[in-house]
């Protein structure tokens, strides 16, 4: 639930910044994006706008910043210098913390190794083993998503998340709160606060010298056949709903010209880089919070809003552009695919692969990337093409 909320807030935050990047072409971040291995040390930015950086190799940040910015690799991340700020680290690979960082916020496919102190707030959704290790110190809070975490070192906040496995070793100061199945205490294991655990292991027990814990036994209600199907359909039904009230708007002249474009874009590149804006600008929207609380709070209340409504209307956009495409392709056949119909089996099959265990959120992901690429190339044609018709009204004058 929380992945969904995050892709929510991380994406619908891009239409603003991609609104103005793409409709009025001024350059709000800086990116770049190499085939070598990527040295922060060799990088003469001046990281003075928020950034993005990309590399098919390893990337090692040697060097201190403190600007907004996102790393992202296939391959391994080693931070091994001082970060000040928020700098998010996505990564298919294995995520090494060396030296201090303010906040630690990390994507990974691999292991977390955190070998230093964090002073604020750790966040890690990853795919193997979050450690802590022994000469680790996190100031703050720790939110994790992750099969298994292990705690060598001590966390002043709280832990909270969703773990499988957790291994405690050494002292938390503040509560543990987090969905868990198996739990192992070492002999200088401490909680000094409430350990409050959602767990379907019946047989999971606390010792009361680790800690005061309170334990919520979850039963695991299988889904059966016929509830899944009713679920998927009532996703199909409301997705062909709204459909139906944006094909009124989709039917005007010029939308469908606009439409017709699109097929010689590249709109997977358009929307994977709104994605990455929307990171960014959520970070910034996070920074204003300490530095203009007010201006801070309606930066992230207005994002969130246009988040949630894109996420709703994100199978529906790819929907239509899915029944465009069929439509013309097939336009000189003597009988037509119905767009209707097109775009209800569209729904169904969408509804199914999103809602598939572990790699739906994926395609949701994915078509997520697409609607939002439509959407920005179609904004971005609509109001060029409004521009070249006053252009060519001026010139007939």
């Known amino acids: 639930m929380l ?33 070598n291995v990527y040295k922060l040390s060799e990088d003469d930015s001046s990281f003075s706008i928020p950034f993005f950086r990309m590399s098919e190799q390893r990337m090692e940040l040697d060097k201190t910043i403190d600007q907004v910015g996102l790393f992202m690799t296939s391959s391994s991340i080693d931070v091994n210098s001082e970060l000040k700020g928020i700098q998010m680290l996505y990564t298919n690979d294995t995520v090494r913390i060396n030296s201090n960082m303010e906040y630690a916020v990390i994507f990974s496919a691999g292991n977390v190794i955190l070998n230093s102190s964090v002073d604020k707030t750790v966040l890690v959704y990853c795919n193997g083993t979050f450690t802590i290790s022994e000469e680790a110190v996190v100031k703050g809070n720790v939110i994790v998503y992750a099969p298994s975490m292990v705690i060598d070192g001590t966390i002043d906040g709280n832990v909270l998340g969703s773990i499988n496995s957790v291994t405690i070793n050494n002292t938390v100061n503040g509560k543990l709160k987090m969905n ?183 395609i949701s992901l994915l078509v997520f990337i697409i609607a939002l690429g439509i959407a920005i190339t179609l904004v971005k044609k609509y109001f060029k093409d409004d521009n070249n018709t006053e252009q060519e009204i001026i010139k007939v004058k």
């Open 3 to 35: 992945k969904k909320k995050i892709n929510i807030i991380v994406v619908f935050i891009f239409t603003l910044i991609l609104a103005i990047n793409n409709v009025f072409a001024v350059e709000i971040y800086d990116s770049k994006i190499t085939e």
């Open 180 to 362: 868990v199945v198996d739990m192992t205490f070492g002999e200088n294991a401490k909680i000094a606060q409430q350990l409050e655990i959602n767990t379907p292991n019946t047989n999971l027990k606390i010792d009361e010298n680790i800690a005061t814990a309170q334990i919520d036994i979850i039963e695991n209600e299988k889904e059966s056949f016929s509830d899944y199907l009713v679920r998927i359909l009532q996703i199909a039904i409301t997705n062909f709903l709204m459909f139906l009230i944006l094909l009124i708007f989709m039917k005007k002249d010029k939308i469908k010209q606009v439409m017709n474009k699109l097929r010689d874009e590249k709109i997977i590149k358009v929307g994977f880089k709104g994605y990455l804006s929307l990171i960014m600008l959520l970070c910034f929207g996070v920074v204003l919070l300490a530095l203009l609380l007010e201006l801070g709070i309606a930066t992230i209340v207005f994002s969130a809003a246009l988040m949630i409504i894109f996420t709703m209307l994100k199978d529906v956009i790819f929907g239509i552009f899915i029944a465009d495409l069929v439509d013309r392709k097939y336009k000189d056949l003597e009988i037509k695919p119905n767009n209707i119909l097109v775009a209800i089996v569209t729904f169904i099959f969408l509804a199914i692969l999103e809602n598939i265990p572990y790699v739906g959120w994926i």
